[in-house]
């Protein structure tokens, strides 16, 4: 299992090359009208597109229709390795139901909406994943080698038969959905989470191995891209800390804040879980020679931004911070950018049609922080 000390490294160089290059056309205003193109990246005036942290939500369902786990995954830049984190569906994480409740009432578009809300962060695509995927995919790449803490078991004639023991075992392509969605007898639901951290581990790697390339197939399109993204590069596994709550051992919960410092690791230059739910901002070095997306993006990221347009103000000096806003649905947002960025001077310029809803300009009072 890959530590988090990779994080930091490969976050870095993420950050920077998640910048798109500024060939294409660029915007130059809020208001989306086209200039003359500036393609140096040290020139007052340029300004390139940046796109969002490739990120993808899997769901596993058993045979009989139940949520097994949840997987949110990101992707390097170039599809070259990425992070996960598996969540359980005994997580408690809205109105006090699990997971495996809200997808039992709302199917898939509930677990997406809820944890999408709990963190603010919106996913790329959302697949879920069904016994014949495991069929039809493990079918082409084989039976899956996976290293297991206990012993599966099944009460026969009231004995425990093991089916798979533990340690290392080699799990058939028609009983990987068998093994996924397995919980011994009295056994914490905990216990299925760790194996299914494990699994992912084990999967990965086995991908890594082959010679002849991604896996194709038919379904899940977008899901494929990220598996085999992870299996291109080094992954990142994550774990939050599960909080067993009092009111029964079957159900966890998690801090918020911490999960949503975490997936802001995995995505650091996130999309909205839904309109209105961050402010889309185009982030301009007014002073020369800045840091953007590692000094100044995670912080305002962390109070509700969305990064579209990162580049330079139209000339450098800017003593004062200057974030303009263009409607003022947006205030609460603008203050809190400006809180972390040691003050700024709040300008309000109405614009009927904008690409962002915020411009910020880095001043040298905001020096400190990037």
């Known amino acids: 299992m890959w530590g988090v000390p990779f994080i930091t490294v490969a976050l870095v160089a993420g950050i920077v090359l998640l910048v798109l290059d500024a060939t294409d056309a660029i915007l130059t205003s809020a208001d989306g009208d086209l200039d003359e193109v500036i393609i140096d990246p040290d020139a ?21 229709g139940s ?7 990101s992707l390097f830049p170039n599809d070259e390795g990425g992070s996960l984190v598996v969540l359980p569906p005994e997580l408690v994480i809205s109105e006090e139901i699990t997971l495996k409740q809200i997808y039992e009432a709302d199917s898939s578009e509930g677990v997406e909406f809820v944890i999408s809300e709990f963190v603010n962060i919106g996913f790329d695509s959302v ?33 425990q038969v093991v089916v798979f023991e533990s340690g290392n075992v080699t799990v058939p392509a028609e009983q990987i959905g068998e093994f996924l969605a397995w919980i011994n007898e009295g056994e914490s639901p905990y216990n299925r989470w760790l194996r299914h951290q494990n699994f992912w581990v084990a999967w990965v790697s086995e991908l890594a191995t082959r010679s002849n390339g991604p896996v194709q197939s038919d379904s899940e399109e977008e899901f494929l891209r990220m598996i085999n993204g992870l299996s291109n590069g080094e992954m990142v596994l994550l774990e939050l800390e599960l909080l067993e709550r009092e009111d029964t051992s079957d159900s966890f919960s998690i801090d918020q804040n911490r999960a949503e410092e975490l997936l802001l690791q995995m995505i650091p230059f996130p999309k909205a879980a839904y309109a209105g739910s961050r402010a889309k901002i185009k982030l301009l070095d007014g002073v020369g020679g800045l840091d953007l997306p590692n000094g100044y993006v995670p912080s305002l990221v ?9 580049g330079n103000a139209e000339s450098y000096g800017v003593e004062t911070t200057q974030i303009i806003y ?3 649905i947006f205030e609460e947002f603008v203050n809190n950018f400006s809180d972390v960025l040691e003050g700024a001077e709040l300008t309000y310029d109405p614009v009927a049609e904008t690409a962002v809803d915020v411009t910020v300009i880095i001043g040298q009072n905001s020096l400190a922080i990037g």
């Not at 949520?67 to 995954?73: A, H, N, Q, W």
């Not at 039809?136 to 790449?141: D, G, Q, T, V």
């Not at 962390?302 to 990162?310: A, K, R, T």
Request: hydrophobic letters at 40%; charged letters at 20%.
């Open 67 to 73: 949520l097994v786990s949840v997987s949110i995954i």
């Open 44 to 64: 007052p005036g340029y300004e390139t597109f940046v796109n969002s942290t490739p990120s993808h939500l899997s769901m596993i369902e058993s045979s009989n």
């Open 127 to 159: 697949a879920v994943l069904k016994d014949d995927f495991w069929v039809e995919h493990f079918s082409r790449i084989g039976s899956l080698p996976i290293t297991i803490e206990d012993s599966l078991t099944i009460s026969e004639n009231e004995e």
């Open 326 to 328: 263009h409607d003022k």
């Open 302 to 310: 962390s109070v509700g931004g969305q990064i579209m347009l990162l």
